[in-house]
């Protein structure tokens, strides 16, 4: 392909990000001309990636959380994002299919890669998704989730799990299918917020 990007999406590109994403070709089209102008080289660097969340979230400190999103993205680890893996980070978080999130939402979780998620890996990311709360928000929570300690030992306990243990990619998905408080207390539920911002760059 060489390192010229041209500034039309290839048709079998748009296809397939077509049928995997409820985009259509006039969203998909458009997005990738601002994606190729913000990043000639056709790629995205962690560090233009944290930029974009903290766009988003300018009254809190996104950094953590957009590096373990961008991770668990970077499909092929080579420390970027191409307009590929892109746009299905954008349509898994603002609204995939349930599976598919949760598929995703393990992935985001399970920090070493190791298809297990142990309880210190639930607690990093709950951890960064409270820097991503604003400080007023964060004191109407509910007493036993108002600190990432206590809505990681919530999430642990829904699980059933003793302090040690492993969380299978198998048990996670069918544990937050099952309750649906599990959901609530594991993502960071920013979707209106996104796609309010999306719609601003796309006027």
Partial sequence: MGNTKS???????LEELKSNTK??????????QSFIRECPSGKISKEQFEGIYASFFPDADPTAYARHVFRSFDTNADGTLDFKEYIVALHLTSGGKTRQKLEWAFALYDVDG?????KNEILEIVRSIFNMIPADDQENLAEDENTPEKRAEKVWCFFGKKENDKISEGEFIQGVMDNQNILRLIQYDEPQKIKDKLKEKKQ
């Fill in 7 to 13: 500034s039309t999406l290839s048709k079998e590109l």
């Fill in 114 to 118: 190791n298809g297990t998620i142990s």
């Fill in 23 to 32: 985009y259509s070709e006039g969203e998909l089209c458009t997005w990738y």
